[in-house]
T-cell receptor
Framework: GAGVSQSPSNKVTEKGKDVELRCDPI?????LYWYRQRLGQGLEFLIY????????KSGLPSDRFSAERTGESVSTLTIQRTQQEDSAVYLC???????????FGPGTRLTVT | GENVEQHPSTLSVQEGDSAVIKCTYS??????FPWYKQELGKRPQLIID?????GEKKDQRIAVTLNKTAKHFSLHITETQPEDSAVYFC??????????FGAGTTVTVRA
């Protein structure tokens, strides 16, 4: 079946602008994660959604970052007033409620100029 | 929270030789340890994982070992091939869902 998809694949934006990144999880996966991967570094947890439970936002680096998910479908990650340090690949992953394995999307490469 | 350290950061091996990557974790409650392979410009993909009730797991040329007492786990790749060249990430799961990742190891297999 279809894997996790993300859009756009690449986004170049000017400093100070807002951006919205989209993630479509695998159908039936109730858990959804957002990660940030800076160049040459590991994956940094941002936020976790599980069904209709309150999300775990503990990894969001500042109040400029927010994310939404409606039910068990699409999620959007919004970064307001982008800064150059926001430049990174933003990865989304999904998993079933009881599974340990997370399936990753291809990522969105964000470049803030 | 959980802290995962990964070594080495880069590893160059001759084709056919073995590669070993080591990770340590801080939270003794961690119970799941996956390894992801990320080829250049591609998404991370799970290659092997181990749960805390198991000490070793093998899948063809790949094996993972876990030492819960010492809080470290390792990835072993035998008979390396050029297609094994990638960045490898270890991770540890300390609660119901959150994975903490190591910084990654860039493996280069020399032909």
């Amino acid at each position: 079946g279809a894997g996790v998809s993300q859009s756009p694949s690449n986004k170049v934006t000017e400093k100070g602008k807002d951006v919205e990144l989209r993630c479509d999880p695998i159908s039936g996966h109730t858990a959804l994660y957002w990660y940030r991967q800076r160049l040459g570094q590991g994956l940094e947890f941002l936020i976790y959604f599980q069904g209709n439970s309150a999300p775990d936002k503990s990894g969001l680096p500042s109040d400029r970052f927010s994310a939404e998910r409606t039910g068990e479908s699409v999620s959007t990650l919004t970064i307001q007033r982008t800064q150059q340090e926001d430049s990174a690949v933003y990865l989304c992953a999904s998993s079933t409620r009881r599974a340990y394995e997370q399936y990753f999307g291809p990522g969105t490469r964000l470049t803030v100029t | 929270g959980e802290n995962v350290e990964q070594h080495p950061s880069t590893l160059s091996v001759q084709e056919g030789d073995s590669a070993v990557i080591k990770c340590t974790y801080s939270d003794s409650a961690s119970n799941y340890f996956p390894w992801y392979k990320q080829e250049l410009g591609k998404r991370p993909q799970l290659i092997i994982d181990i749960r805390s009730n198991v000490g070793e797991k093998k899948d063809q040329r790949i094996a993972v070992t876990l030492n819960k007492t010492a809080k470290h786990f390792s990835l072993h790749i035998t008979e390396t091939q050029p297609e094994d060249s990638a960045v490898y990430f270890c991770a540890a799961r300390s609660n119901d869902y959150k994975l903490s990742f190591g910084a990654g190891t860039t493996v280069t297999v020399r032909a």
